[in-house]
């Protein structure tokens, strides 16, 4: 008996280190099962975080808009550049009396280069001597940067050099029909929604991209002499000289109507035809009012667009990319329906009961390069009730467009 339970109390630690071990398979075995639901959901949100890369719809559409809009800002500063080089020129016979000893100065070949260092070396005025440098450094600025806009181009798809007598509609039609191989009406579809420049000038760089979903458009100066941006200044000024021309005409036929008046004193025998003659002008006249009244409206009103942020998301008036913030997309002038005529007011109204809200939280106003507490200010009265937006910039929203996202 003695025996039996020194036996028995000799397998006792070994009978604990037994279970301490099944505990401790139990521990890892329940270790292990964790591990692999984390790496299952890990695997799952990088899938999806994949799944909405691969659905993001232009990606590669807004590298290409990257990739032009810095060949856009390269071409401004050589014009930039070359403007300066012409004021140097310009001073240099101003303070010489004299051309500049190379007929062309804005791409030197190291030859030429080489004849004007010697004529700066043998000039003893500093003045001309800095005004010579500097056209060099210039010129050679202007060289790098040709450099490197032939590096990105080498990069992108061929453009399309503008003819005399294009257009940037015709040139998006032969791209999608001719080249990518689009139906007509899916062709006119993507057209509709891309930002088209008119006129175009010959040497501008039209650039076509067409991602499978979305097409782009972007127009670069290339070698015109004329940037894109002041194209679209000369169109809005000949808008307004149009307009002057209006007002100008409208007083001339005011004068004209007086002096028929005082003719018709003169001559009572002909007062049938010079009534007859009244009248026309007066209903010119008004009708040149009328049309004057609507424009000088629409020149200082602003025209908005105001809805809850959820309903502007579902009819894609803004859309946010990935992990970019919400932005305005490219909305038809007729969906702006409510309006403003900053001449007599320059506040909008928002309340909870016109857009069926309980209360308002914020409210974000579009295009977003308008600044708050500067171009305008936003106030909410009422616990969130009502608000007000205020113009405080009449000028800059003139004649402008603005949405007005509330949550």
């Known amino acids: 008996m003695s025996v039996e ?11 604990d280190d037994i279970g301490e071990e099944k505990k401790k398979n139990r521990v890892l075995l329940l270790i292990i099962l964790l591990l692999v639901l984390i790496l299952i959901i890990a695997g799952y949100f990088i899938f ?10 232009s990606p590669k559409l807004r590298q290409m808009n990257k990739l032009v809009t810095k060949i856009r800002d390269m071409e401004s500063n050589i014009q930039e550049k070359q403007n300066e080089i012409f004021r140097l020129m310009k001073e240099f016979k101003e303070k010489t009396g004299k051309n500049m000893p190379l007929a062309n100065t804005l791409s030197l070949t190291k030859q030429e280069e080489e004849i004007l260092k010697k004529k700066i070396h043998e000039e003893k005025d500093i003045s001309i001597k800095s005004l010579l440098n500097d056209i060099i450094d210039k010129n050679n600025d202007i060289s790098d940067l040709k450099v490197k806009i032939k590096k990105i181009e080498a ?5 399309h050099i503008v003819n005399r007598g294009e257009s940037h509609y ?11 191989g689009i139906e ?3 062709a006119l579809e993507l057209i509709e929604r891309a930002a088209l420049l008119e006129p175009l000038l010959p040497d501008f760089k039209v650039w076509n991209f067409y991602s499978g979903k979305e097409y782009g458009t972007f127009v670069t100066q290339g070698n015109a002499s004329i940037s894109p941006n002041q194209i679209i200044r000369k169109t809005k000024k000949k808008l307004v ?7 100008s005409e409208r007083d001339k036929l005011s004068s004209d109507i007086e002096t028929l008046e005082t003719r018709r004193n003169e001559l009572i025998s002909q007062l049938d035809l ?6 026309g002008l007066i209903e010119k006249l008004n009708d040149l009012n009328k049309q004057n009244v609507e424009m000088q409206k629409n020149i200082n009103s602003i025209f908005f667009i105001i ?3 959820k309903n502007l998301k579902k009819k894609e008036v803004i859309k946010a990319g990935f992990l970019k913030s919400y932005k305005l997309q490219d909305i038809s002038n007729e969906k702006f329906d409510l309006s403003v005529d900053l001449r007599y007011n320059n506040a909008i109204n928002i309340s909870t009961k016109e857009l069926n809200l309980t209360k308002i939280s914020k409210i974000v106003l579009y295009p977003k390069f308008y600044k708050d507490k500067v171009d305008y200010k936003i106030d909410i009265y009422k616990g969130g009730k009502s608000a007000l937006l205020v113009i405080l910039s009449k000028n800059k929203f003139k004649n402008e467009k603005i949405v007005i996202s509330v949550e």
């Open 155 to 159: 990069i992108l798809p061929m453009p």
């Open 48 to 57: 999806k975080v994949k799944s909405d890369q691969r659905v993001d719809r």
């Open 274 to 279: 010079l009534n007859n003659e009244k009248t």
């Open 170 to 180: 015709k040139i998006a039609i032969d791209y999608l029909i001719n080249e990518k």
């Open 5 to 15: 339970k020194n036996e028995l109390d000799g397998l006792k630690p070994m009978i």
């Open 184 to 186: 007509k009406d899916r």
């Open 241 to 247: 000289d149009s307009r002057d021309e209006a007002i």
């Open 307 to 309: 809805d809850l942020k």
